[in-house]
């Protein structure tokens, strides 16, 4: 009996530990719109970025590439507001293919295969109500280490989500633009 309290009260202090280590140091709602809410966290060691797709009521996580519910989230990582190349970089949310793509801008707006930029950073996706919307929607959370955005305390940061080949971007882009090539004209912005 008494190893049992001894174990019991170890795993006490190691949930106590890691809690203390991912306490929420400040919260940043940047997007409330009738069909998007962003909200970013920030804990000692991870930037959580949530976006929730208050428009998309179907679950079309696994569907074919044009069919497909899809985010994608790109950094300005030194905030100078251009594509720079091996500099710069972003995440595609998870498909039947990969759990998370991960890479590098090149130049002409290309960018590196998915794997391209290591990470840690951890990608998730749900179809499911929440506190921006009582019916079931795409939420996509993107939790990132710290030390994966180069020490810098601005974020700059553009989202792009995909519904049935439907793009919607933040900050939103031009009409005249086209919504597949990237750009750091405008970005979303998140200190700490």
Same mark, same amino acid.
């Given at each position: 009996?008494? &190893? ?20 929420? =140091?400040? #919260?940043?709602?940047? *997007?409330?719109? #009738?069909?998007?809410?962003?909200? *970013? ?50 995440? #595609? ?12 801008? =090149?130049?002409?707006? +290309? ?13 998730? #996706?749900?179809?499911?109500?929440? +506190? ?9 959370? =993107? ?12 974020? +700059?940061?553009? *989202? ?7 793009? &919607? ?10 919504? *597949? ?6 970005? =979303?912005?998140?200190?700490?």
């Amino acid at each position: 009996m008494r &190893n049992v309290v001894i174990h019991f009260t170890i795993l006490l202090m190691l949930l106590f530990t890691s809690c203390q280590e991912d306490e929420t =140091l400040q #919260e940043s709602t940047l *997007v409330q719109s #009738e069909n998007t809410f962003i909200r *970013v966290t920030e804990s000692e060691n991870h930037i959580l970025i949530r976006v929730e797709s208050l428009s998309d009521f179907t679950d079309n996580r696994n569907g074919d590439v044009n069919q497909t519910d899809y985010c994608n989230i790109s950094f300005d990582i030194n905030n100078n507001g251009t594509i720079d190349s091996d500099i710069d970089f972003g995440y #595609e949310s998870p498909t039947k293919h990969y759990d998370i793509c991960s890479y590098y801008f =090149l130049e002409n707006d +290309a960018i590196t295969h998915c794997g391209g930029h290591a990470t840690e950073a951890i990608f998730s #996706e749900s179809f499911t109500t929440s +506190a921006a919307s009582s019916e079931p929607h795409m939420i996509w959370e =993107l939790s990132i280490p710290k030390e994966e955005l180069n020490n810098t305390r601005t974020l +700059a940061f553009t *989202v792009k989500t995909i519904d049935k080949g439907e793009f &919607n971007t933040h900050p939103p882009i031009s009409k005249k633009s086209n919504p *597949v090539l990237f750009t750091f004209k405008e970005t =979303l912005k998140f200190e700490w």
